[in-house]
Each structure stands twice: as structure tokens, then as C-alpha cells.
């Protein structure tokens, strides 16, 4: 569990299906354009009980960890998720980053906020060393919350992602561990 300020991230449990359909179900237009198309069954709670039981394997191998997000009194209403995921030990101690957060929580630093914990805890508490992100250009929001964390653009990608049923292209950043960046997210 991390906590911050304003929020509680932490792995998904059985207890938060309902919580995760609804989730889904109330942001379904604001999420579907960044990404890939959801299975059949996504808003059931089959898919969720099938899902968390594999979320829970990987992060028991070490494969991933993925939070919800939780305004610290409202811990029954998710508003968004961070994934971390492909986490790789050997050589490149890293991993792919990927999140989301709820239309109705936009523009309030929420996954500013969220990020920071998050990024500080795989740094320090996993041990990882590169955090990939990638994000469809158009989705400027994505982009400028990266840079404000000291995301750095690595290159481009054409139709690297099949998106909401289209290829799409993305902008590829990363995040590598160092003094100054360990500064940055105490901050």
C-alpha cells in the first residue's frame, strides 16, 4: 500500500470488482480512444475475477505490479489505475509504465500525485532501474504529465500499439533511476 497526501494506491482485490466495473463502465468514452479494445465480458465480474487471479500470479512471480487509485476517504470508488508491467531483472532492471484516471478527476494532480509514490516505490523498494512509457501523440495531456516527471523522449514509433481497433503510433519515453531523480519524486 503507498499512500500519499491526497491518495491510496494499491493492488486490486476481489472486494473491488463491483468498484472496477463501475470504473470502467462510467469512463468508457473518456478511456476507449488510448486503449487497446477491451474483451469480450471486460464489464463483468467473471472477466474481473479471472483478471485479478492473473494480476495477483504476476505480481507473485515478480512480473508486475498494478495499483488502484483511491481518494484516502473514498476507498471504495476507484479513479484510476497505474500498471506497471514486462518487469524485466538481468541486465535492464525494467519495466513499461501504463495508467489511467477517471474523466471527473482530470486537472487536479491526482496522477501527478499518484505517479511520483509510485515511481519512488519501484525505484526504491523493487529496485528497478528504467521505467519505458509510451503514448499516442495526439494525447498531449499523457505527454506533458511525463515531461513534469522527467520523462525523457527516446523516439517514435509508427503503429507500434492497436489501439480501439486502429494502429496507432507513439511517442516512446523513459525514466532511469539516478540521484537527482530520487530528489525529484520526494518532492
Known amino acids: 500500500m503507498i499512500e500519499t497526501e ?12 463491483a ?4 470504473y470502467y463502465s462510467e469512463n ?11 474483451p469480450e465480458g471486460f464489464l463483468t465480474e467473471r ?4 483478471q485479478l487471479a492473473h494480476q495477483q500470479e504476476q505480481a507473485r ?16 470508488t476507484v479513479i484510476g489505475s497505474i500498471n506497471f508491467t514486462a518487469i524485466q531483472r538481468g ?15 482530470q486537472g487536479k494532480g491526482y496522477m501527478t500525485e499518484a505517479l511520483r509514490a509510485a515511481l519512488a516505490y519501484v525505484f526504491e523498494e523493487l ?6 512509457a509510451n503514448y499516442i501523440p495526439r494525447n498531449v495531456r499523457s ?12 523516439g517514435y514509433a509508427r503503429d507500434y500499439l492497436l489501439v480501439n481497433g486502429r494502429w496507432e503510433d507513439h511517442v516512446l519515453t523513459s525514466l532511469v533511476r539516478t540521484s537527482d531523480l530520487m530528489k525529484l519524486l520526494d518532492a
Open 91 to 105: 541486465a535492464q532492471q525494467g519495466c513499461v509504465l501504463g495508467y489511467s484516471l477517471a474523466e471527473a478527476e
Open 47 to 50: 472477466f474481473w475475477h479471472a
Open 143 to 154: 505527454g506533458r504529465l511525463l515531461g513534469r516527471l522527467g520523462f525523457v523522449i527516446e
Open 28 to 38: 468508457r468514452e473518456h478511456l476507449t480512444p488510448w486503449e487497446p479494445a477491451w
Open 19 to 22: 468498484a472496477l466495473i463501475r
Open 6 to 17: 491526497r491518495l491510496l494506491l494499491r493492488p486490486p482485490r476481489a472486494s473491488d470488482i
Open 127 to 132: 529496485r528497478l532501474h528504467r521505467v519505458m
Open 61 to 76: 512471480s515478480g512480473g508486475a505490479l498494478r495499483l488502484l487509485m483511491f481518494k484516502r476517504g473514498e476507498r471504495r
